[in-house]
T-cell receptor, first 107, second 116 residues
Framework: DAKTTQPNSMESNEEEPVHLPCNHSTISGTDYIHWYRQLPSQGPEYVIHGLTSNVNNRMASLAIAEDRKSSTLILHRATLRDAAVYYCILRTQKLVFGQGTRLTINP | GAGVSQTPSNKVTEKGKYVELRCDPISGHTALYWYRQSLGQGPEFLIYFQGTGAADDSGLPNDRFFAVRPEGSVSTLKIQRTERGDSAVYLC??????????????FGPGTRLTVL
């Protein structure tokens, strides 16, 4: 399974944008990039996914580099409820989770 | 609507005992997944069902672990001769399996298994 690399932790302030990076230099042409997040004591929840073009939904935006070797999840205005571990995954049928990025939001 | 439910929420057992963990997926979802998550780690894939059959069981760590989904709905993960290293949160997820691997997976809250 293709591997992703994310920073272990990041910190931001409430109501500011957050950019969570992910490197996936071994991505293949058919791999979709998925993001999930896991709030404390809960199961993971889907955030967004994309293939080549940037994507937006109600939760976040996904910016994908032109060579697809990296991507960035953007939370436009972070709230305290966005504090979670964020996982960047190159999707096959199963989800292969890495360590993720633990995002802390300061009030 | 109802999400994925898992029972029990917590299970404490003794080393060597047998345990069963249950997952009720979202109604109509044909794909069902089991993962386990050790403290401080990301979830680790165990097995995936498409309908009643196990489509991929490559993540099961050894033959003490077995899972069934006899009617294509509820699934049970069975662990024989439990070991302390089996202690983890066991997560179940389901998806409609319409888009061949792209579907959003909906996760349950997990079962926390502690083996003493």
């Amino acid at each position: 399974d293709a591997k992703t690399t994310q920073p272990n932790s990041m910190e931001s302030n409430e109501e500011e944008p957050v950019h969570l990076p992910c490197n996936h230099s071994t991505i293949s042409g058919t791999d979709y990039i998925h993001w999930y997040r896991q709030l404390p004591s809960q199961g993971p929840e889907y955030v967004i996914h994309g293939l080549t073009s940037n994507v937006n939904n109600r939760m976040a935006s996904l910016a994908i580099a032109e060579d697809r070797k990296s991507s960035t999840l953007i939370l436009h205005r972070a709230t305290l409820r966005d504090a979670a571990v964020y996982y960047c995954i190159l999707r096959t049928q199963k989800l292969v989770f890495g360590q993720g990025t633990r995002l802390t939001i300061n009030p | 609507g109802a999400g994925v439910s898992q029972t029990p929420s917590n299970k404490v057992t003794e080393k060597g005992k047998y345990v069963e963990l249950r997952c009720d997926p979202i109604s109509g979802h044909t794909a069902l997944y089991w993962y386990r998550q050790s403290l401080g780690q990301g979830p680790e894939f165990l097995i995936y069902f498409q309908g009643t059959g196990a489509a991929d069981d490559s993540g099961l760590p050894n033959d003490r672990f077995f899972a069934v989904r006899p009617e294509g709905s509820v699934s049970t993960l069975k662990i024989q001769r439990t070991e302390r290293g089996d202690s983890a949160v066991y997560l179940c997820a389901s998806s409609p399996a319409v888009l061949a691997g792209l579907d959003e997976q909906f996760f349950g809250p997990g079962t926390r298994l502690t083996v003493l």
